[in-house]
Structure formats: C-alpha cells, structure tokens
C-alpha cells in the first residue's frame, strides 16, 4: 500500500471540499503539532453555517472557532493521525480537553479508513450543540434543496474522479441501467423488436454500409416502420401493380 499517495489524495479532496476553511500551517507558527512527521494542516470549524439563524437570544450568535490540526503518520490509515483541538477563538480550555478526547477516541475506532472529514463533521456537530444551534436551522425551499442535492452530488463526483471507484458487478449493473435508459434501449434485445423482427428504423441503426449483402443476403428481416411508410406515400393503395390486379 502506498501511504504516502493516499495521504496526499485525502489532502486534496479536503482542499476542494472545505477550501479557504482548511490551511497549512507554517512550521515555525507553533500552533502546529510538535512530533509530527509531516505537514500540519489546520481546518477551522465555527456552530453556524450559510444556512442557519442565530437564535434571538444570542444577539449576533457565538463567534467561537474550534481549530482541528492534524498531520498524517506514516503508517496513515491503517494507525490514527496526530490531533490537536485548538481554540482559533472563544473556545475554553475545558472545552477543548472534551472535545479533543472526542475525535481521538473516533480516531481510534476508524483505523483502516480515511477518517479525516469525518472528524471534521464531529467537530462540527459538537460546536453545534455547544450552543444549541441545531434547532435554529433555515428551512430550505424547493429550489434551494434541489441545488443543494445537485452540488452535493457534483462534489460526490468530483471526489470520485480523484481518488477512483472500484468496479464491481453492482455497480457496474447499475451503470449499464442507467446507460441503457438514456439511450432508449432495452437490456432485453426482444423489447428493441416488433414481434421478434427488427424494425426497419432500428434495422437501419443497426446495419452499416458494409455490412449489407447486395444480393439481399440478410439474415434479419426488414420490416418498415408504420412512420417510413406513410412519409414516403406508400402503402397497398398507391402500388400500381396491385390496383392492375
């Protein structure tokens, strides 16, 4: 397994996720972790987002900004990165012992697994309830929860693309599904037939040039669609033969 890619594949998707939120720290800053063996990065964590209200009570609302540091270890999955909860403002120092013991122990507990986000959205989630924030969020209207969903899922994407999806039977069946809905067609051939024959339109998208035989050796039996023949005025009535006989 190759640490050291995985770790710099997790740095980058966090990046385009929390942007401006997440930053390297200097070296001699010495807000960094002391026996960290790598680069330090801090992500910055407040209770309220674009989408909630501040309760009344708080006035402009608690501006209080927890700081999760963390550098990857060598072994980075498979053993627990170094953590340190810091206050970047309005955070005591008894709030930040209970929630630095909070994402160890989930650090703990998530050995083998990317985990990084994941502590991310604990922390969150703490800074919430520290100041009752969770029963003061906006509701979203129809509009803004359709183009919350779509930029979720364009991210999911995104990430997707970075660090690569495995291939499985599921997924894969999945895929084909969709694929084949878009394109109109049918995972069973018989539904793309009228009564077991190739229509002639489906014949013809079928078929190319090289492929036909001239001398009309063709396995396939060409029935013309009912739309051809009546773009084309022809039908029993306006065969000349027939009306002769």
Not at 123 to 128: A, E, G, H, N, T
Not at 188 to 193: C, G, I, K, L
Request: hydrophobic share 30%; glycine share 8%; net charge negative.
């Amino acid at each position: 397994m190759d640490y050291a890619e995985d770790q710099a594949m997790e740095v980058e998707a966090l990046e385009s996720i929390l942007m401006e939120d997440m930053r390297k720290m200097d070296d001699d800053s010495g807000d960094g972790i002391a026996q960290a063996i790598s680069a330090c990065y801090q992500i910055e964590i407040s209770a309220y987002g674009d989408n909630d209200s501040v309760p009344e009570d708080q006035g402009e609302g608690d501006d209080a900004v927890l700081g999760l540091v963390f550098s990857h270890t060598e072994k980075y999955p498979d053993e627990p990165p170094l953590l340190k909860c810091r206050s970047v403002r309005g955070l005591r120092d008894a709030e930040l012992v209970d929630i630095q013991r909070k994402v160890t122990e989930q650090a703990e507990s998530s050995v083998g697994q990317a985990m990084i986000f994941d502590l991310v959205q604990t922390c969150k989630d703490w800074m919430r309830e520290r100041v009752g924030a969770s029963d003061f969020v906006d509701e979203e209207t129809e509009e803004e929860l359709k183009a919350r969903l779509e930029a979720e899922a364009e991210e999911r994407l995104k990430q997707m693309r970075l660090v690569g999806t495995p291939v499985t039977e599921e997924n894969f069946k999945v895929w084909q599904a969709g694929y084949m809905k878009e394109s109109g067609e049918s995972l069973n051939p018989n539904e793309n037939r009228a009564d077991g024959r190739l229509t002639g339109r489906k014949w013809f998208e079928s078929r190319s040039g090289k492929d036909i035989d001239d001398t009309g050796g063709d396995d396939d039996e060409f029935v013309p669609d009912s739309d051809d023949s009546d773009d084309h005025g022809l039908g029993s009535d306006s065969d000349p033969d027939s009306e002769e006989n």
